[in-house]
């Protein structure tokens, strides 16, 4: 199976990066645009809605919550997506921020829409995840 992978240095500490993944507010100042709609608990749903949809871009069920990783299933959504997971390892960085290890698995195949998201999820980790937990 497929996978997307990404690895980014972030100038936050470990808690403040949690922190952005695993609020509804904080998932939507990274990476959606609005909070999300749901309950962002383990074993808990959430809806994804970019820009004004009246419906949900994705569905994830969240089902890791650890200080140090984050990860969710994709229960609705695009088909390549539904059924794979999301993860987020957290990792002390010597300087006191934070390494994050992304990985994007269960991909049926390599296509198109992979290599789109691949180059989303690495703009949307580095250029907004990153840039706001410093501020």
Known sequence: MAQIAHRIS???????V????TSSDGIGRWWTGRPVDGDTAVGARFGLYFGAADQPA?????TTD???????????????????????ELKDA????????????????VNEF?????????A????????????
Not at 11 to 16: I, K
């Open 10 to 16: 972030i100038a936050a500490a470990p808690a403040r």
């Open 66 to 88: 650890t200080p140090r990783r984050v990860a969710w299933r994709c229960e609705e959504g695009p088909a390549d997506w539904r059924n794979t997971e999301i993860a987020f």
């Open 114 to 122: 992979l290599a789109g998201c691949t180059t989303n999820w690495g």
């Open 94 to 109: 010597p300087d006191g921020g934070t390494t994050l290890l992304f990985a994007h698995t269960g991909w049926a195949e």
């Open 18 to 21: 949690h922190e952005l993944l």
């Open 58 to 62: 994705a569905v994830m069920r969240v």
């Open 124 to 135: 949307y980790l580095k250029e907004k995840l990153a840039a706001i937990t410093v501020g």
